[in-house]
């Protein structure tokens, strides 16, 4: 107890706050426990428009099934959430005003807001949806900031501000450079600090934002951000007007704090549903990882000794295709990435079945014969092709040519948390003249080592390296499909080098189904033995408590049901290297990262990017996922675990907030580590049920502590045809040494691969760059990956960094399509709602480049009719007759509420030219919502009312009066100039 109160006094003196709180570990340092942060806004509004958005499907559907929100869900969000408390923590966004909303950058902090969305969009229609998570995330934390920075709420305005996004919507003005905008404050707490045109809604009312610090410098009368480590908020005017938080040390105007967190999520909410619009829902659910079973990815050696290797992996696919049609167990991704030398791919990724099954009965083992091959070439590609959490399976006999590209694999592997497994087929215990076949040719014996680099990758993955024959592959392959079921769980991840008697434990809970063991190698004995103290020996097919069904390199052992719950043994003996891997069904499992507590700008912690520092302090944060409603599982403390299974080191754990939140299934759960070990390991958490008993869950991939660091300062967008330079720091946590840096890339974008040498002096820090030239050909909404490896060239101690650069086009089309009601006619005078009808004429055209795309009726219980030209009501003399295409006077195509979007590219002959649209409701339904798209992906949401003339949004609020019809009536003659014209 005594060292949790002195680790809550040292957090509380660390720095200030910058927007709404990072995440939760700020409430703590900033005693503010009813603080709404960063990361309680996001995951709520992504959790709330997720269900939304499942409960229309089910309803669509006509069923009521519950949706899965398991590991990979929670991952995710998880993403989305590290980019947006990020913003306050990278060196590069942390006190730049223009991601903050802070020092009145309007201009830049509204463009930097909309290219994010821009971004966004291109990423998820490329269905890169690691990037589009991640600047989904930054997106949301500028979004929200503008209400805690800004006087918005100040004002008096209750709703958001449409305006940030949708630049079509009305401006309110901002204040000017020379515009004062605070009066003096000399407490913490600043009440009417504002002026009045700048703290009530009125017609001459102006927005501001507080400055920050010294830079930019603050001129005399303006506002601060305020706060006790604001630096400006002792210049004139003094105090300040955020609302990051409820407490008056960080926030002068906390007493808004709720109110401005409420429109912020409000915000973020309206965001994420114009998202989900205008991708479609099950792209948007696809983005959040939401009921998907893991993805099947194979990378097949196809060279000609691989007929049964491929052979094999075409079957066992095909089982899992059969057995798990129309299942929630059906891969929703399936990647497939062949290879040999010197080709690699193409790289294939679809998420129907039968076109993976088509793309592996095209596959031929063909050529080839000479070791080595280009192996983790292709699994570089798996890797960055394939989501977070994914299980890869390698099949090949033969050696890695292309061994320098080890470090970036690495990387990628424990960057996405994916397990690799590989299926060999040649055997390195053979030599040459006791082998029964020679499948590959060479001058002589083979290295017996020429695998170590896929047994390191699979170690600390938490996958296998099977070696095994031709005459078993097909067996062996049955790996594949128990660890792609959908959730599985690990309970033991260990290896023994086979020098002695190894003896592994595993706990089995009542909530677990189907525990199967993989244990790989030969073995000498191996005893299994019961909660109850039964015993049975694994070199036997049958006994009482499993069923062992050996294959040449790997035992497949399933325990008999009913399991018994309890604590089960495992006794081995070997003369070589044993990998033990205890697998089970059951929905709860945990995700989990390090952090450091960040006393710059922003109070919060961080997350550590790589590996942790071996010796040094952090905190260890988990989170529980698959709880159901009710569950009655509290989990108490980790354990680290060796690679042995020993145990290294022991971590307690607390709630990160002082309310359960079961409900979201999903707990969050922090520990504190006094010193990270220095030797690598994984973790197992422990709990118990709502009976007593014992619950544990173990992730196999191995953390790799490590002295070195690589933070990755700037990582700009990518341009078709010119270059980018991508910024980093190397911090060396250990004495003076000479480092080797690596950068890899997965599209050949870069210019110098290295590897570069660097000395670093003790506790010291480098400042690099690596320079990358996108091509004029790549493809807007592409993502590059960039891994960057550093190793002390004296020993094994490495570190990584990935970042994620996307494609964007030099000059984006951001302007969303408009629209004008021409016409209403209405009879809804009746008492009789059902008797009457009312209808609306409109004319929609695009303000960009891009011209229009779609339209969709998304409320409303009318009927829309698309005309490719005014309807005869609403032509003029001046409309031009059109002799060549009588036909498109008359509609061709009528939609209603549920109907997919319509591709209306082809109606108009110019990117600006009108399309005509016919709207028809009865009185019943008096309001209708369409929406509207154009090429570049833009989007309008059009609102149509019976009781209300010009009663579109982007008409009645912008303008008024005269203003109003003049500017309807340049919006219609301008269509009508376009159609003459165009003609």
């Not at 891994?787 to 086009?809: C, E, F, G, K, Q």
Request: charged fraction near 20%; proline fraction near 6%.
């Amino acid at each position: 107890m005594k060292r949790h109160k002195t680790l809550c006094i040292l957090l509380y003196l660390v720095g200030p706050c910058m927007g709404f709180l990072p995440n939760f570990w700020s409430r703590v340092l900033t005693l503010s426990w009813d603080s709404q942060t960063h990361q309680f806004i996001t995951e709520r509004a992504i959790l709330n428009v997720t269900m939304e958005t499942l409960r229309a499907i089910n309803k669509q559907d006509g069923t009521e099934e519950p949706s899965r929100l398991g590991r990979g869900f929670w991952r995710a969000v998880g993403e989305v959430v590290k980019s947006n408390a990020a913003m306050d923590f990278l060196s590069s966004t942390r006190s730049d005003p223009v991601y903050h909303f802070d020092s009145e950058q309007w201009d830049g902090a509204v463009a930097a807001l909309r290219q994010m969305w821009t971004q966004t969009l291109l990423s998820l229609k490329a269905r890169e949806y690691q990037r589009a998570r991640h600047s989904l995330g930054q997106l949301f934390h500028s979004l929200q900031d503008f209400y805690s920075h800004s006087n918005w709420v100040e004002l008096g305005h209750r709703d958001i501000y449409l305006h940030l996004l949708h630049p079509e919507e009305p401006a309110v003005p901002v204040a000017k450079a020379d515009t004062p905008t605070c009066l003096e404050c000399f407490s913490l707490t600043c009440r009417d600090n504002l002026l009045s045109r700048l703290r009530r809604a009125h017609r001459d009312s102006l927005l501001t934002t507080g400055y920050f610090s010294s830079a930019p410098q603050k001129p005399e009368g303006k506002c601060s951000h305020g706060g006790v480590m604001d630096s400006s908020r002792s210049l004139g005017a003094r105090g300040g007007i955020n609302k990051d938080s409820t407490s008056p040390l960080f926030s002068p105007h906390h007493y808004l704090h709720t109110e401005a967190a409420r429109v912020a999520a409000e915000a973020t909410l309206a965001t994420l549903r114009d998202l989900r619009d205008t991708v479609g829902h099950q792209l948007f659910l696809n983005l959040l990882s939401v009921d998907q079973a893991p993805a099947l990815v194979f990378v097949l050696d196809t060279t000609g000794s691989m007929f049964e290797e491929i052979t094999a992996a075409r079957l066992r696919a095909h089982s899992i295709i059969t057995q798990r049609a129309q299942t929630p167990q059906q891969p929703a991704t399936f990647i497939l990435v062949p290879f040999h030398d010197p080709e690699v791919g193409p790289v294939t990724e679809t998420d129907d079945p039968q076109e993976f099954m088509q793309n592996m009965e095209n596959l031929l083992a063909l050529g080839g014969g000479d070791e080595p091959e280009m192996c983790l070439s292709a699994l570089q590609l798996a890797l960055t092709h394939s989501p977070p959490l994914s299980e890869i399976f390698v099949f090949t006999d033969a050696s890695p040519k292309d061994a320098h590209l080890f470090d970036a694999v690495k990387a990628l592997v424990l960057e996405k948390q994916s397990k690799v497994t590989f299926l060999l087929t040649e055997d390195p215990r053979y030599t040459t003249g006791s082998r029964r076949r020679r499948k590959r040719r060479g001058t002589g014996p083979l290295p017996p080592h020429r695998f170590a680099l896929y047994s390191s990758l699979s170690s600390l993955s938490g996958g296998m390296t099977v070696f095994t024959s031709n005459s078993d592959i097909h067996r062996v392959s049955a790996i594949v499909e128990d660890n792609t079921a959908t959730d599985k769980v690990t309970l033991l991840h260990a290896e023994s080098d086979g020098q002695q008697w190894s003896t592994h434990s595993f706990l089995v809970d009542e909530s677990l189904k189907n525990v199967t063991l993989h244990v790989t190698g030969r073995l000498s004995k191996c005893l299994l033995t019961s909660p109850s103290g039964q015993s049975q020996s694994l070199l036997h097919e049958q006994g009482p408590l499993a069923e062992t069904e050996h294959f040449e390199g790997l035992y497949r052992v399933r325990l008999l049901r009913p399991v018994q719950p309890g604590r089960w043994q495992l006794q081995a003996t070997s003369e070589e290297q044993v990998t033990f891997n205890v697998i089970g069904d059951s929905s709860v499992d945990f995700l989990y990262y390090f952090a450091t507590v960040t006393n710059e700008t922003h109070p919060g912690l961080a997350r550590t990017e790589g590996s942790p520092i071996a010796g040094a302090p952090a905190f260890l944060v988990l989170a529980v996922t698959g709880l159901a409603p009710n569950a009655e599982l509290s989990f108490s403390h980790v354990t680290f675990l060796g690679a042995d299974g020993e145990s290294v080191q022991q971590v307690e754990l607390n709630s990160s907030s002082p309310s359960p939140s079961s409900a979201l299934s999903v707990a969050e759960l922090v520990g504190w580590v006094r010193a990270v070990p220095r030797e690598p390991f994984c973790v197992r958490l422990t709990g118990r049920d709502g009976g007593g008993a014992k619950v544990e869950r173990v992730s196999g991939e191995m953390v790799q502590p490590t002295h070195v660091q690589i933070q990755v300062s700037s990582a700009p967008h990518l341009v078709p045809g010119h270059g980018t330079t991508v910024t980093f720091d190397l911090l060396n946590h250990g004495p003076a040494r000479l480092f080797s840096l690596t950068a890899a890339d997965d599209c050949g974008f870069l210019q110098n691969r290295g590897p570069h040498r660097l000395h670093v002096g003790e506790r010291g820090r480098f400042r690099g760059q690596v320079d990358l030239v996108t091509p004029p050909s790549a493809r807007p909404g592409s993502t590059v990956t960039l891994s960057l490896t550093a190793r002390d060239m004296s020993s094994t101690d490495s570190n990584y960094a990935v970042a994620y650069l996307t494609v964007v086009p030099p000059d984006p089309d951001t302007a969303p399509p408009s629209c004008s009601i021409t016409q209403i006619q209405s009879s809804c005078n009746t008492s009789v709602c059902s008797e009457s009808n009312w209808s609306a004429s409109l004319a929609i055209s695009d303000r960009g480049r891009s011209g229009l795309a779609f339209i969709q009726v998304h409320t409303g219980e009318g009927v829309v009719t698309l005309h490719r030209r005014p309807p005869p009501e609403e032509q003029t003399p001046q409309t031009p007759p059109n002799h060549q295409h009588p036909r498109r006077n008359h509609h061709k195509a009528k939609l209603r509420t549920g109907d997919a979007p319509f591709n209306v590219s082809d109606w108009v002959s110019g990117p600006s030219q009108p399309l005509w649209v016919g709207y028809t409701s009865s009185c019943c339904s008096p309001r209708a919502e369409l929406l509207l798209w154009d090429g570049a992906g833009n989007m309008k949401r059009c609102y149509v009312t019976s009781g209300q003339q010009r009663a579109l949004r982007d008409n009645s609020k912008e303008l008024s009066g005269a203003k109003r019809t003049n500017a309807s009536f340049a919006v219609i003659m301008w269509g009508l100039l376009c159609c003459v014209l165009g003609k």
